[in-house]
């Protein structure tokens, strides 16, 4: 099993507002794995939370490829841009 297999076996659902760090390395060199984070974010916050999908700053803002995807797979949910973070990501609140 591999280490992204035992993070999301083992991933825990949050029934308190929370923030996702999509910021690793990892992020850095994927946007598909900053997509793939972030659904996965979503779907373990409890309904009537929100999460912060904290997002790398190495693809730009992130209206231009996670926004798309929220707009396709979670459009009953609503979404804003929050802010920069002071280490150069992006800061995008997802309602639950």
Not at 50 to 58: F, I, P, R, S
């Amino acid at each position: 099993m591999s280490s992204d297999d035992t993070r999301n076996t083992e991933a825990e659902q949050h029934d308190t507002s929370w923030s996702a760090n999509l910021e690793h390395p990892e992020h850095a060199e994927s946007r598909e794995r900053i997509v793939s984070d972030a659904i996965d974010a979503i779907e373990r916050t409890t309904t009537g939370r929100h999460v912060n999908l904290v997002t790398h700053e190495a693809h730009g803002h992130p209206s231009s490829y996670l926004y798309p995807v929220l707009e396709d797979e979670c459009e009953s949910l609503d979404w804003e841009f929050v802010d920069r973070c002071g280490c150069g990501g992006y800061v995008t609140r997802v309602y639950v």
